[in-house]
């Protein structure tokens, strides 16, 4: 079902920076709908890390930040922390699921 | 403080009907699109469905339509996911969110319910 591709897995060690993409189509990051991340650990709830492509909610580190152009979307996690080991989804609508929302295949973040 | 406190995991047999909820708090619960996420396991998150509790306009994902009802009760700030006869394949957890019409991203979310379907 996801129409939005990410890598499944990166890794960096600790204060190194990685970047996650999230690869859409024109129906969907293309048509101009925003991109959100979510960040989770394993056996929690998803928790937002980034709203309307770049914006970080309250509480949520600096060292994430966002990004959107075009048909694709980024995350970057710079200075690394052993605490950012978690799954990655970036989040968007699409016009030709009656503008549904879709989700990204997820990336697992390993700090080495 | 926001929250959204679903029910609990859930054993059930092939066949059988299930209703899971999410009762919203901290907020105003019918100015608020709640959306409800699958997530089988080991495998990524799947847009299932959203609501609008004010009057219970409903939206399905095309691989969700058919398959479960959305439903909420305002007078009771409570959102529901139902199942009208289970299959093994139905087995996840279940998670609840709101949805934020500013922004369109879900900024709260319940702590997931596990369904497990098993003969």
């Known amino acids: 079902q996801s129409v939005l591709t990410q890598p499944p897995s990166v890794s960096g060690a600790p204060g190194q920076r990685v970047i996650i993409s999230c690869t859409g189509t024109s129906s969907n990051i293309g048509a101009g709908y925003d991109v959100h991340w979510y960040q989770q650990r394993p056996g929690t709830a998803p928790k937002p890390l980034i709203y309307?492509?770049?914006n970080r909610p309250s509480g949520v580190p600096d060292r994430f930040s966002g990004s959107k152009s075009g048909t694709s979307a980024s995350l970057a996690i710079t200075g690394l922390q052993a605490e950012d080991e978690a799954d990655y989804y970036c989040?968007?609508?699409?016009?030709?699921?009656?503008?549904?929302?879709?989700f990204g295949t997820g990336t697992k973040v390993t700090v080495l | 403080e926001v929250q959204l406190v679903q029910s609990g995991a859930e054993v059930k047999k092939p066949g059988e009907s299930l209703k899971i909820s999410c009762k919203g708090s901290?907020?105003?619960?019918?100015?608020?699109?709640i959306g409800w996420v699958r997530q089988m396991p080991g495998k990524g998150l799947e847009w299932m469905g959203i609501?609008?509790?004010?009057?219970?306009?409903?939206r399905y994902s095309p691989s969700f339509q058919g398959q479960v009802t959305i439903s909420a009760d305002k007078s009771i700030t409570t959102a529901y996911l139902q199942w009208s006869s289970l299959k093994a394949s139905d087995t996840a957890m279940y998670y609840c969110?709101?949805?934020?019409?500013?922004?369109?991203?879900?900024?709260?979310w319940g702590q997931g319910t596990l369904v497990t379907v098993s003969s």
């Open positions: 609501i609008y509790p004010r009057d219970s306009d409903t």
């Open positions: 309307v492509n770049s």
């Open positions: 901290g907020y105003s619960f019918t100015n608020y699109w």
């Open positions: 989040q968007s609508y699409d016009s030709s699921l009656g503008g549904s929302g879709v």
């Open positions: 969110a709101r949805h934020d019409g500013g922004s369109g991203s879900y900024s709260y």
